[in-house]
């Protein structure tokens, strides 16, 4: 499975991973059949709003409001906005062919993961069984988090929802023992054997959303936690498979493979996201960085596109 993306467009000098620069459908369409190993997507949950974080940046300035190294003054001002619009009239119109085409690109043996939220997830999930086959569902983890306001007239919602399809059910790749283990939740119910090697996740994940400060956070909206990731990666993948993220954002899936030793192939419309991609996956640990150019695609409708990858 390893070279099959080393056609068309992929050709060129780094096969470790690539981050592209265009409409996810475009770059979809342009992929041979069953030559993705694993697709992470998380599109935008329709908030019907702008996701945006806006960045501070410091100017030197005489009369600046900072004092910084060696008495220096710097004035504060806000930087451009990052970010990506989330607004949709038809959500499931927009997710439809994307999903179909990440359905072809998937191996037999492949496994998407979708990431929702509340709302969006019960219409996407019949969306999902019309195209993939209610057999083909595999999973719905639900990332629970604990962070932000809480509403006094409902519940607070605290999680995400994964959904979890398999190309041809009975033949997925799947590792448990490749999982991180956790710690029991009541120890003492369990022996001490048991305690020490941990247990394996169940479809409930607990994990918090990435620190406000600390080195993992990049600043770009709706960016997920790394360690999210590393589990669905290990879980589902095996070392040098091909994982694909359509809506790749700040690069999380990057990263992830990066450690993991899985090769990647991360898309993004955004500037901003490829940009904060450029610093997260520098290029001296061979990713290429281009741009969506229809003359350097690969095979397309008419051609050898529904040809099976070698
Ligand atoms: C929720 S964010 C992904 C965050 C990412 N998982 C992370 O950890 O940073 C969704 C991303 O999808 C991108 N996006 C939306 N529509 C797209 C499209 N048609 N093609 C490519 N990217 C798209 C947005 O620019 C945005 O960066």
């Known amino acids: 499975m390893t070279d099959r993306l080393e056609s068309g467009w992929a050709s060129g000098a780094s096969a470790r991973g690539r981050v592209v620069e265009g409409d996810n459908l475009e770059l979809l369409r342009s992929l041979p059949d069953g030559c993705i190993d694993l697709v992470y997507a998380d599109p935008p949950f329709n908030t019907g709003r702008r996701r945006a974080s806006a960045r501070l940046r410091t100017t030197r300035s005489a009369d600046g409001d900072r004092t910084g190294f060696g008495g220096r003054r710097y004035r504060t001002v806000m930087g451009e906005t990052r970010g990506f619009d989330d607004r949709f009239d038809d959500y499931a119109g927009f997710l439809e062919p994307r999903i179909?085409?990440?359905?072809?690109?998937?191996?037999?043996?492949?496994?998407?993961?979708?990431?929702l939220d509340f709302?969006?997830?019960?219409?996407?999930?019949?969306l999902l069984d019309h195209i993939f086959g209610p057999e083909a569902f595999l999973n719905e983890i639900v990332w629970a988090y604990d962070y932000g306001g809480r509403p006094k007239d409902r519940w607070p919602a605290k999680h995400d929802t994964i959904l979890v399809y398999v190309r041809e059910p009975g033949r997925h790749f799947f590792d448990?023992?490749?999982?991180?283990?956790?710690?029991y939740m009541a120890p003492g119910l369990v022996s001490a054997e048991k305690v020490a090697?941990?247990?394996?996740p169940t479809d409930v994940w607990w994990h918090t959303i990435v620190p406000t400060a600390g080195n993992e956070r990049t600043g770009y909206p709706a960016q997920k936690p790394l360690g999210i990731l590393r589990r669905i990666v290990s879980a589902s993948s095996?070392?040098?498979?091909?994982?694909?993220?359509p809506f790749a954002g700040s690069g999380t899936t990057g990263v992830a493979c990066l450690e993991l030793g899985r090769r990647f192939l991360l898309v993004d419309e955004s500037p901003a996201a490829i940009e904060v991609m450029r610093t997260r996956l520098p290029e001296e640990h061979g990713i290429a960085f281009e741009r969506l150019n229809p003359s350097t695609l690969g095979p397309r409708e008419g051609s050898d596109r529904n040809r099976r990858p070698g």
């Open 100 to 115: 179909s085409e990440i359905r072809r690109v998937l191996a037999p043996h492949g496994s998407l993961y979708l990431h």
């Open 119 to 126: 709302r969006e997830a019960h219409a996407t999930k019949l």
């Open 176 to 183: 448990a023992e490749a999982v991180e283990r956790i710690p």
């Open 197 to 200: 090697r941990g247990k394996l």
């Open 238 to 245: 095996a070392p040098g498979a091909w994982v694909l993220d």
